[in-house]
């Protein structure tokens, strides 16, 4: 297996840092592991397996929409950090414009 040449200074570059002597000896050598990886996964024969965007199937689990009597306003409100006039109360944002 041919070992890539990596150009960590242009990397670091294209990343906008700057690496000490030790870290481009470092990053570089961690680069190489992962390349060299991926080039052993490109050499299996994945010919007979479908595309996927999951390791297993994914399938939207949906719920009849049935009406159901609605949350007592005390209860929704019970975790909130303030409440007022039976709803919550938060810090204004915005000053007037």
Known sequence: ME???IDIEYVAKLARIELT??????YSRQLGQILGYFERLSKI???G???SAHAR???NVM???VEEPA????EALMNAPKARDNQISVPKV????
């Open 45 to 47: 024969d994945v010919s």
């Open 94 to 97: 915005v000053d007037d414009a």
């Open 63 to 65: 719920r009849d929409d």
């Open 21 to 26: 002597e030790d870290e481009k000896a470092t």
């Open 57 to 59: 199937a994914v399938y």
């Open 71 to 74: 949350m007592p306003v005390s």
């Open 49 to 51: 397996v479908e595309p």
């Open 3 to 5: 070992k890539a040449k």
